[in-house]
């Protein structure tokens, strides 16, 4: 029987520690969040036609992403060379599978307000650890940022007018607060972009009629740039949308891999398509690990120790928390 602790129980263990910020947070945020995939509500919702589920099955994936990025190139090179009926099909294709992620993403996607009121709770959360790693594609982490209110605290995503400083190792020194959390997006966010020639930037607000959703929407709908976020697939799969994005690739192979200190994981399932980031964290030698539990769920206890003890090794210490437990992510 595997105990299960509250959170202030075993906070003081994991202050100035890194935190793994799973699906499950977004969840406990807004429950449109529980669709296992944006293709999963795509079908769910009949947004998807015989066209697009066939470009899917062809590239073996579920990835939106990754099958908006290849036909939206196969369109530009298309056009490039004046290739101009085979463009026709390409760009139409592109179309179909822009807009299916758009109304995916708006049907599944909650507004800021619609979440306003909890952005304080994970907030005050979030400032006590040294750096902050999201798996999830959504706008929770970055609202949170944005809210931001401490005259001695602030979060730090390393992109500086729009683009990633690859010194980010900088970034851990004060600035105008004595204390700051690094944040990484490890498989991209919805607040990420790349344009045609796969230069990659933060969108910001087209102007103060937009909310962010709005102008990251209209940004692909201007065929302006593409997304950059792995949404599904195995992890091979993903690893090779990682190694397609620069960002994505240092946060992968440089970032994940120094972060010596104790982990905390909250709402991440542990599941053999998320294993290679496991295997990246695997060199930082983790003492201690606390791991969000819903529920009294010891089936789900016993599957984390098997991964960790598998993948990191038997000496790290694992204890799991109450996800619902009060001082805990979006809890009073």
Same mark, same amino acid.
């Given at each position: 029987m595997y105990q299960i602790y509250k959170w202030t129980d075993i906070s003081a263990n994991y202050s100035g520690s890194t935190i793994i910020l799973g699906n499950g947070a977004s969840i406990s945020v807004d429950k449109r969040f529980s669709y296992s995939s944006l293709i999963d509500h795509a079908i769910n919702k009949k947004l998807i036609t015989d066209d697009i589920r066939q470009l899917f099955s062809f590239f073996n994936t579920d990835d939106f992403e990754l099958v908006l990025r290849l036909v939206w190139q196969a369109s530009n090179v298309n056009r490039s060379l004046g290739i101009l009926d085979i463009d026709n099909l390409a760009y139409n294709a592109y179309i179909q599978v822009r807009d299916c992620l758009i109304q995916s993403v708006r049907g599944i996607h909650p507004e800021y307000n619609d979440v306003c009121l909890q952005l304080p709770k994970i907030y005050n959360?979030?400032?006590? =650890?040294?750096?902050?790693?999201?798996?999830?594609?959504?706008l929770i982490l970055y609202w949170t940022m944005m809210y931001c209110c401490d005259n001695n605290h602030s979060f730090k995503d390393c992109f500086i007018r729009g683009f990633f400083d690859d010194n980010w190792q900088k970034f851990r020194q004060p600035y105008n607060t004595p204390q700051s959390t690094l944040v990484f997006y490890p498989h991209g966010s919805l607040i990420l972009g790349r344009d045609v020639v796969n230069t990659e930037y933060k969108i910001n607000n087209i102007s103060a009629d937009y909310t962010l959703l709005d102008s990251i929407l209209q940004n692909w709908t201007r065929n302006n740039a593409v997304p950059l976020f792995v949404s599904e697939g195995t992890s091979q799969q993903k690893i090779k949308t990682i190694q397609s994005s620069?960002?994505? /690739?240092?946060?992968?192979?440089?970032?994940?891999?120094?972060?010596?200190?104790?982990?905390?994981?909250?709402?991440?399932? =542990?599941?053999? @398509?998320? &294993? !290679?980031?496991?295997?990246?964290?695997?060199?930082? !030698?983790?003492?201690?690990?606390? &791991? /969000?539990?819903?529920?009294?769920?010891?089936?789900?206890?016993?599957?984390? /120790?098997?991964?960790?003890?598998?993948?990191?090794?038997? @000496? &790290?210490?694992?204890?799991?928390?109450?996800?619902? /437990?009060?001082?805990?992510?979006?809890?009073?």
């Amino acid at each position: 029987m595997y105990q299960i602790y509250k959170w202030t129980d075993i906070s003081a263990n994991y202050s100035g520690s890194t935190i793994i910020l799973g699906n499950g947070a977004s969840i406990s945020v807004d429950k449109r969040f529980s669709y296992s995939s944006l293709i999963d509500h795509a079908i769910n919702k009949k947004l998807i036609t015989d066209d697009i589920r066939q470009l899917f099955s062809f590239f073996n994936t579920d990835d939106f992403e990754l099958v908006l990025r290849l036909v939206w190139q196969a369109s530009n090179v298309n056009r490039s060379l004046g290739i101009l009926d085979i463009d026709n099909l390409a760009y139409n294709a592109y179309i179909q599978v822009r807009d299916c992620l758009i109304q995916s993403v708006r049907g599944i996607h909650p507004e800021y307000n619609d979440v306003c009121l909890q952005l304080p709770k994970i907030y005050n959360f979030l400032k006590q =650890f040294k750096t902050v790693l999201s798996l999830n594609y959504d706008l929770i982490l970055y609202w949170t940022m944005m809210y931001c209110c401490d005259n001695n605290h602030s979060f730090k995503d390393c992109f500086i007018r729009g683009f990633f400083d690859d010194n980010w190792q900088k970034f851990r020194q004060p600035y105008n607060t004595p204390q700051s959390t690094l944040v990484f997006y490890p498989h991209g966010s919805l607040i990420l972009g790349r344009d045609v020639v796969n230069t990659e930037y933060k969108i910001n607000n087209i102007s103060a009629d937009y909310t962010l959703l709005d102008s990251i929407l209209q940004n692909w709908t201007r065929n302006n740039a593409v997304p950059l976020f792995v949404s599904e697939g195995t992890s091979q799969q993903k690893i090779k949308t990682i190694q397609s994005s620069y960002y994505l /690739s240092t946060v992968y192979w440089e970032v994940l891999p120094s972060l010596s200190s104790n982990f905390v994981v909250y709402g991440w399932g =542990f599941g053999d @398509h998320d &294993v !290679h980031i496991l295997k990246a964290l695997k060199a930082n !030698h983790i003492p201690k690990i606390a &791991v /969000s539990v819903y529920g009294n769920n010891q089936a789900y206890c016993q599957q984390v /120790s098997y991964t960790i003890s598998n993948i990191l090794g038997y @000496h &790290v210490q694992i204890e799991f928390f109450d996800s619902e /437990s009060p001082e805990c992510w979006n809890n009073d």
